[in-house]
């Protein structure tokens, strides 16, 4: 895996939902809550389902994106409310599997 294209990556989608949610970004991201979401998320994750159970690749690999999209969506919302934000999110898997695999 090349790392730095992967966080050059995740940079870019940060800085994509940053613009989609920004007062001239896109009028429906910036009218979406926590809880308007929901459905979608959850759409997106039986999809995901869906696409392992078939062993459909080419989907999952564009699920999986739709999956982070919405994750990311949630971060930023939670930025936005000062609830917490995306680094604090990952700081915390990071440190919960570290804790959980001490090996």
Known sequence: ???NQATKFF???IDIVE???APDGCPWDKEQTHESLL?????ETYEVIESIESKDWKTLNEELGDVLLHILLQAQIAKE??????IDTLDNIN???IN???H
């Open 81 to 86: 409310n000062s609830e917490f934000n995306i």
């Open 1 to 3: 895996m090349n790392k």
């Open 11 to 13: 940079l870019e989608l």
């Open 95 to 97: 440190n919960k599997l």
């Open 100 to 102: 959980r695999h001490p």
């Open 19 to 21: 613009r989609l949610r």
């Open 39 to 43: 459905p979608y998320l959850l759409e």
